[in-house]
């Protein structure tokens, strides 16, 4: 199955919260249990910079892709995926618009599940 598209803004200073419901061609949730995550933006697919990258293994401020959902407590079962950069995190970035894709990984099978563009709205009020 081809990676679905979806492109969307991160406001610099503010939190993004992106859930997400990774299901199978019937509509089920698929089950994440023992899957990790990644995900990067960059200026284009060739580019070598990297703006930001996300990953299963949160960062402590909580960056990063959650399996269980944007609560945290949602179970795995639910193919619930939470794309989430922190404040802090968002403050930092510096780009005007870039691509991603976020990828998963169960053993060795990697799937690509979406990808798309990213624009940073510049914050004013710092």
Do not use: W
Not at 105 to 121: A, D, F, H, P
Request: net charge negative.
């Amino acid at each position: 199955m081809a990676a679905g598209r979806y492109s969307f803004t991160i406001e610099q200073g503010s939190t993004l919260n992106l859930e997400l419901q990774y299901k199978d061609s019937s509509g089920n949730p698929i089950n994440l249990t023992s899957y990790s995550g990644k995900m990067q933006i960059r200026p284009s697919v060739a580019s070598s910079t990297v703006y930001i990258t996300l990953s299963s293994s949160l960062a402590a401020d909580g960056t990063g892709l959650n399996f269980s959902g944007s609560n945290g407590t949602t179970p795995p079962t639910s193919g619930s995926i939470a794309i989430y950069v922190s404040s802090a995190s968002s403050s930092l970035l510096t780009f005007d618009t870039g691509v991603y894709d976020l990828e998963i990984t169960s053993g060795s099978i990697v799937t690509r599940i979406l990808e798309g563009q990213v624009k940073l709205s510049k914050e004013v009020t710092q």
